[in-house]
């Protein structure tokens, strides 16, 4: 019998083996799939991503809660203060920060991960002048992007691309967060300190409507 014409399909599968050993030493053949193309992983192991990468995407939401809780306690003071307007604004930023909040969930469900939910914790601030909110909101920014650039840096060190591919988008969004809060700062400077200069900056802020994020999971 020619050795290409398998007997109960012995030497072909010897020989299928030692090629993929091959192709797997130089990295062009994983070895940890079905000969379908499907991972081959037991029925119990349903994680898909790095154990790393899990658990700070995970962290991260309970970070994104805990902004929405910071945003609506900046709210609230600027209510407090008659300030309709930058009371808006961030009930409406506080939105979007829950919005994260879910899409990094609904991220770890689809790749077969499980969400722990852990409490989330009281803000802690206090305000002396009308721009302490937006000066610690510029500031918190800053902090929450340092956590999303953490998760990419650990999502590139293991080649986890569909990780990388969803927070392409989060980078992004904060760029705008840190910029919308520090344009913030800057017509709090030219204005706030001008009764009318202040009011007309109260109703541009009061027109702000909240907008669904164009990511889509």
């Given at each position: 019998?020619?050795?290409?014409?398998?007997?109960?399909?012995?030497i072909?599968?010897?020989?299928?083996r030692?090629q993929?050993d091959?192709?797997?030493?130089?990295?062009l053949?994983?070895?940890n799939?079905?000969g379908?193309?499907?991972p081959?992983r037991?029925?119990?192991?349903?994680?898909?991503l790095?154990?790393?990468?899990?658990?700070?995407?995970?962290t991260q939401?309970?970070?994104?809660?805990?902004?929405?809780?910071?945003?609506?306690d900046?709210?609230?003071?600027?209510y407090?203060?008659?300030?309709?307007?930058?009371?808006?604004w961030?009930?409406v930023?506080?939105q979007?920060?829950?919005?994260?909040?879910?899409?990094?969930?609904?991220?770890?469900?689809?790749?077969?991960?499980?969400?722990?939910?852990?409490?989330?914790a009281?803000?802690?601030?206090?305000?002396?002048?009308?721009?302490?909110?937006?000066?610690f909101?510029?500031?918190?920014?800053?902090?929450?992007?340092?956590?999303i650039?953490?998760?990419y840096?650990?999502?590139?060190?293991?080649h986890?691309?569909r990780?990388?591919?969803?927070?392409?988008w989060?980078?992004k969004e904060?760029?705008?967060?840190?910029?919308?809060?520090?344009d913030?700062?800057?017509?709090?400077?030219?204005?706030?300190s001008?009764p009318?200069?202040l009011?007309?900056?109260?109703?541009?802020?009061?027109?702000?409507?909240?907008t669904?994020?164009?990511?889509?999971l």
């Open positions: 019998m020619p050795a290409d014409v398998c007997e109960r399909g012995g072909c599968r010897q020989r299928d030692q993929q091959i192709l797997a030493g130089a990295g053949y994983c070895k799939v079905n379908n193309g499907t081959n037991k029925k119990e192991d349903k994680a898909m790095d154990k790393k990468v899990k658990e700070l995407i995970n939401i309970n970070k994104e809660f805990y902004s929405a809780y910071l945003y609506l900046f709210a609230d003071y600027y407090d203060k008659g300030l309709d307007g930058f009371g808006n961030y009930d930023q506080a979007e920060e829950r919005d994260h909040a879910m899409l990094m969930r609904k991220y770890l469900q689809n790749n077969g991960e499980t969400v722990t939910l852990d409490a989330v009281k803000p802690d601030k206090t305000y002396e002048k009308l721009d302490d909110p937006l000066k909101g510029l500031e918190h920014e800053c902090y929450v992007t340092s956590l650039n953490a998760i840096q650990a999502a590139d060190a293991v986890d691309y990780t990388m591919q969803c927070f392409d989060f980078v904060q760029g705008e967060e840190e910029k919308n809060a520090e913030l700062i800057k017509k709090f400077e030219l204005f706030g001008d009318k200069g009011y007309a900056l109260n109703q541009e802020l009061l027109a702000r409507v909240y669904a994020p164009s990511l889509v």
